[in-house]
């Protein structure tokens, strides 16, 4: 059922992958990682895991996304994050997460960036493997806007977006 005060149409509901590697964690089949209006590489699966807090996206793809952002982010040993410079909270575009049954799940820029106001820097909430793994996992950073449905008995994902402040998540 979906989470109280909603109804089940709210609930957009995903097959998980039932054979493989992965096929014990609660994983969808991926295809792509968008952002802005381009691809940014290949996905073969797509990992809903609370144990980690950050995005964690194939090495390709995570460089593809660095370049695409072109806001001369850099790591930084100290706070653990690729900070990129930004103008505001909303300077960066929407991660599209396009799955192998051409559904796409959206991952906003408040969902995947900090804003630190007192150093105009954005702190990415999204990292990469570092090697040639190609799944991704939707840590904390992705959770945190949406109510999760683990439906064993139909081997399915829902996903329930949350509201935040004035607005909601898509």
């Known amino acids: ?21 992965n096929s014990g964690l609660w994983t969808l089949k991926g295809k792509t990682v968008q952002y802005g209006s381009g691809d940014l590489g290949t996905v073969t699966e797509v990992i809903f895991d609370t144990g980690y807090s950050q995005i964690i996206l194939p090495k390709t793809v995570f460089d593809n996304l660095i370049k695409k952002i072109d806001k001369n982010c850099s790591f930084s040993s100290s706070t653990g994050y690729y900070m990129c410079a930004c103008k ?11 799955l192998g049954d ?3 799940i959206k991952v906003e820029d408040k969902y995947w ?3 630190d106001a007192s150093s105009k820097q954005c702190a990415l909430l999204v990292t990469s493997w570092t090697d040639s793994t190609s799944h991704a996992i939707l840590g904390d950073a ?5 109510t999760i449905i683990h439906d064993i008995a139909n081997s399915r994902l829902g996903l ?8 909601s998540t898509t």
């Open 88 to 98: 505001s909270a909303s300077t960066l575009s929407t991660l599209n997460i396009v």
């Open 160 to 167: 329930f977006s949350a509201t935040i402040g004035s607005g």
């Open 1 to 21: 059922t979906a989470p109280k005060g909603s109804s089940s149409n709210n609930v957009s509901w995903y097959n998980l992958v039932t054979t493989g590697s």
């Open 102 to 104: 051409g559904m796409t």
């Open 113 to 115: 960036s900090a804003y």
């Open 142 to 146: 992705f959770l945190r806007g949406r």
